[in-house]
């Protein structure tokens, strides 16, 4: 089955820094997805991406989806404490009945002020 | 915007019981529900996707006596774990898909411990 790989696993940074993430495949995607999870909560969408090519910003938050439809990244800039969490990419195919994701296995982010 | 209630947020519970969790949309209709689990450090992984009037669609290796899924109205899932055991302890999370615009969004998360 599809498999994502998310790198890198964690990150500690200081304050202020810019922050980058990414996600390859194995196989195409026609939706990449940004979550972000704090600590005994669910995870909440950062940015839907849903063509080739397509970069999009949320605030301080920037994510592009590949060429290749294989890969995405996420930047973060200018980083601040409540950036703190897990970040996880999520790739799925719409599409017959279920269209459900596949997560990756999340980034966990640490920001020392 | 689109929100997800899921109920309860931890519960405890002893070995050999059943525990219902429920997931229901608040604000708009979902024909489609997925339910997750996700241990400790891990990422999320499907566990059954629930079709409202019909019966889940249970990922390889899950359980569909285990874990009995009802999707009876547009807006409410529930997911009950059935005589439950210290391995089913775990944190399980829910989504429902917008039947408008097909996003997903999240509930805020099950932590179940089984004593």
């Known amino acids: 089955g599809q498999q994502l790989n998310q790198s890198p696993q964690s990150m500690f940074i200081q304050e202020g820094e810019d922050v980058s993430m990414n996600c390859t495949s194995s196989?195409?995607?026609?939706?990449w997805l940004w979550y972000k999870q704090d600590p005994g909560e669910g995870p909440v969408l950062l940015i839907a991406l849903y063509k080739a090519g397509e970069l999009t910003s949320n605030g301080r938050l920037t994510a592009q989806f590949g060429i290749t439809r294989k890969d995405s990244f996420l930047n973060i800039s200018a980083s601040i404490p409540s950036d703190v969490g897990i970040y996880f990419c999520?790739?799925?195919?719409?599409?017959?009945?279920?269209?459900?994701?596949?997560f990756g296995k999340g980034t966990k982010l640490s920001v020392k002020p | 915007g689109a929100v997800v209630s899921q109920h309860p947020s931890w519960v405890i519970c002893k070995s050999g019981t059943s525990v219902k969790i429920e997931c229901r949309s608040l604000d708009f209709q979902a024909t489609t529900m997925f339910w997750y689990r996700q241990f400790p450090k891990q990422s999320l992984m499907l566990m059954a996707t629930?079709?409202?009037?019909?019966?889940?669609?249970?990922e390889q290796g899950v359980e569909k006596d285990k874990f009995l899924i009802n999707h009876a109205s547009l807006t409410l899932s529930t997911l009950t774990v059935t005589s439950a055991h210290p391995e089913d302890s775990s944190f399980y999370i829910c989504?429902?898909?917008?039947?408008?615009?097909?996003?997903?969004?999240f509930g805020s998360g099950t932590q179940l411990s089984v004593l």
């Open positions: 196989s195409i995607f026609n939706t």
């Open positions: 629930s079709n409202e009037g019909s019966k889940a669609t249970y």
């Open positions: 989504s429902a898909r917008h039947h408008m615009n097909e996003k997903l969004f």
């Open positions: 999520a790739g799925m195919n719409y599409g017959g009945s279920q269209g459900n994701l596949i």
